[in-house]
C-alpha cells in the first residue's frame, strides 16, 4: 500500500548554505532555520529525504568516503536538534550517462520504491531548475526557493518557508488515505 506522501530536498542551498562549496564537513553550514523546518516535517510524520548531484566525485573533488562524512556531519547536527533526515541518496556522476543525476528523477524513483512512497504525494524542494524538473519528472508537486526561473506549484523564500506551505496545503497529502 503506497499512499504515503514524502518530502525530497535538495541539498546545497536548501538545507546548507551554498554560498561555498561543500567539499569537507567543516564547509558545511546549516541555514539557522533549517533543523527546526525539518522536525516540523517530521513532527507531521512526512518522511523526509534528500536528493543531492554531487558530481564533484567524478571530478575528483572529494571521494564518496568524503561525501559520507559530510552527511554524518549533518545528520549529527540535526540530531543535536532533535530532527532527522529519512535516507540521503546522490548522485556521484557528473559526464558519465546516468539515470540518477538531476534533472532525471532518478534518486526520487529509487527512494520511492524502497520507501513505498506514493510519488503524487509528495514534494521536491529545490534552488534550480534541474531539482524542479526531476520533482515534476517523478510525478510531485515542486517548491522552488529563490528566483522564479523554472515553472514550479509554488515559490518560496526558504526551506523555513516552503515547509509551512506543504503543511498548509489545502491537499492534505498525508491525511488522505483512499481515493
Ligand atoms: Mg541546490
Ligand atoms: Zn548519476
Redesign the pocket.
Known amino acids: 500500500m503506497q499512499n504515503k506522501g514524502a518530502v525530497f530536498l535538495?541539498?546545497?542551498?536548501?538545507v546548507n548554505d551554498?554560498r561555498k562549496l561543500v567539499n569537507k564537513p567543516e564547509d558545511l553550514i546549516l541555514y539557522s532555520w533549517t533543523a527546526q523546518a525539518i522536525r516540523r516535517l517530521n513532527d507531521a510524520h512526512f518522511p523526509t529525504f534528500i536528493v543531492?548531484?554531487q558530481g564533484g566525485i567524478e571530478l575528483g573533488y572529494f571521494t564518496s568516503r568524503d561525501l559520507e562524512n559530510i552527511h554524518a556531519c549533518l545528520k549529527q547536527q540535526l540530531q543535536t536538534a532533535n530532527a532527522h533526515i529519512d535516507d540521503i541518496v546522490y548522485c556521484p556522476h557528473y559526464h558519465h550517462p546516468c539515470e540518477c543525476r538531476k534533472p532525471k528523477p532518478g534518486m526520487l524513483l529509487h527512494l520511492a520504491q524502497k520507501h513505498q512512497i506514493d510519488l503524487k504525494l509528495s514534494w521536491m524542494i529545490?534552488?534550480?531548475e534541474p531539482?524542479i524538473l526531476a520533482g515534476a519528472s517523478a510525478g510531485c508537486h515542486t517548491i522552488k526557493l529563490g528566483e522564479h526561473d523554472v515553472i514550479a506549484d509554488y515559490y518560496c523564500e526558504n526551506l523555513r518557508q516552503a515547509v509551512e506551505t506543504i503543511l498548509q496545503s489545502p491537499l492534505r497529502l498525508n491525511d488522505i488515505k483512499e481515493y
Not at 535538495?10 to 536548501?14: A, N
Open positions: 535538495d541539498r546545497d542551498g536548501v551554498n543531492t548531484n529545490g534552488d534550480r531539482d
